[in-house]
């Protein structure tokens, strides 16, 4: 069986940080690409970042870029999300997944051919 499970949301005051975790079970990050994925109330699902199964590439969103770093621990299996100088309007739920990722690709793994693997979320609420 393959899962991934989110941890470490919370509340924090806008200018604060967060780091977000992320463990697979059942397959391993050294891999799969994987990433995080975002849905604020009211918007649809956007990407956020990922990172290739090797390491070598990293894809950020312009609205992040600067302020969340991704990494992964491979011995751990786990994958994280460095959030700092967080706004308001990174607010929302924040999802791992298998990922499609290359310097112009940030995208969910998905269709035939793809294992396709989501967390169940973790909440991220930015105070202004």
């Known amino acids: 069986q393959f899962d991934l499970v989110e941890s470490g949301g919370g509340l924090v005051q806008s200018g604060g940080s967060l780091r977000l975790s992320c463990a697979a079970s059942g397959f391993s990050l050294n891999n799969f690409a994987v990433g995080w994925f975002r849905q604020a109330p009211g918007k649809e699902r956007e990407g956020v970042s990922c990172?290739?199964?090797?390491?070598?590439?990293?894809n950020y969103a312009d609205a992040v870029k600067g302020r969340f770093t991704i990494s992964k621990d491979n011995g751990k299996n786990i994958l994280y999300l460095q959030m700092n100088s967080l706004k308001p309007e990174d607010t929302g739920v924040y999802y791992c997944?298998?990922?499609?990722?290359?310097?112009?690709?940030?995208?969910?793994?998905?269709?035939?051919?793809?294992?396709?693997?989501w967390g169940q979320g973790t909440r991220v609420t930015v105070s202004s």
């Open positions: 990172i290739t199964a090797s390491d070598r590439t990293t």
């Open positions: 997944a298998t990922a499609l990722c290359g310097p112009h690709e940030l995208a969910v793994a998905t269709g035939p051919g793809y294992l396709e693997v």
